[in-house]
C-alpha cells in the first residue's frame, strides 16, 4: 500500500432541515483515504453514512468543510470541474442500480470510458473483461429490464470498476448478491485496491466484509471515528 492521499475530508459540516428545525447529520467530520487503502463504513440507519459517501462523491456539497480528491480541492470547486473530476477520478457503486434503460449491460459499463474520450474497442474490452469476471458474459446484450437485480447490481459494479478509478465508493454493495458473486465482488475491490492503488469506502451492514477491509469507522454524533467492537 502507498500512502499517499486520495481523499481528505476536513471539518465536514452537513445538515438538513426538517419538521422539528435542523438536523446535523456530519458535524466537523474528518477522513483521509490513503491510495490503495480499503475501509469499511458501518452504522446505524440514519447515522448519515449515505450524506458522507454522498459528499465524498462528489453528488453534494457541505456546508462548511474542506475536500481534496486525487490533489484537487473539490468543495467550493464549479460543477465543470467538479464534474470532470467525479468523471475521471470516481467510481461509485449506489445502493440501487441507476442503470441507463435503453442501454445494454455492455454499453452502460462501457459508458465511463467513453464519456472519458477513451478508444470504444478499448472500451468494448475492457467491459467485456470485467462482465465476465462478474459471471454476466452470455447478459452482456441484454437491457437491465431483462436481467434479475442481482445482475443489475454486477453490472453497476462493473461500471464503477471500469474506468480504475482512484476512488471507489460504494453503497451496500454485495447486500442482493449471493455469497460466491459477493466475494467475487469483494475480490474485484482488492484487486482495485491493491493492483491499481483505489482508495476503497465501503459502507456495509456486513461485519464479517467489514472485518476484510484495512480499517472499520462509523459515525458518532456526526463524527467520524474508529470503530470499536462491542464486547
Known sequence: MTTSSVLSMHSITRAYQSAGGRLEVLKNANLTLAAGEMVALIGPS????????????????????????????????????????????????????????????????????????KNPGVATARANALLEKLGLKDRAEHLPSEMSGGEQQRVAIARALVHAPKLLLADEPTGNLDPATAAVVFKLFCDAARDQGSAVLLVTHNHELAGKMDRIITLKEGAIIPYVAAK
Request: aromatic share 4%.
Open 46 to 117: 440514519g447515522a448519515g453514512k449515505t450524506t458522507l459517501l454522498q459528499i465524498a462523491g462528489l453528488l453534494d456539497k457541505p456546508e462548511n468543510g474542506e475536500i481534496t480528491i486525487d490533489g484537487v480541492e473539490a468543495a467550493r470547486a464549479s460543477d465543470a470541474v467538479r464534474t470532470g473530476l467525479r468523471n475521471r477520478a470516481i467510481g461509485f457503486v449506489y445502493q440501487f442500480h441507476h442503470l441507463l434503460p435503453e442501454l445494454s449491460a455492455r454499453e452502460n459499463v462501457m459508458m465511463p470510458l467513453l464519456i472519458a474520450g
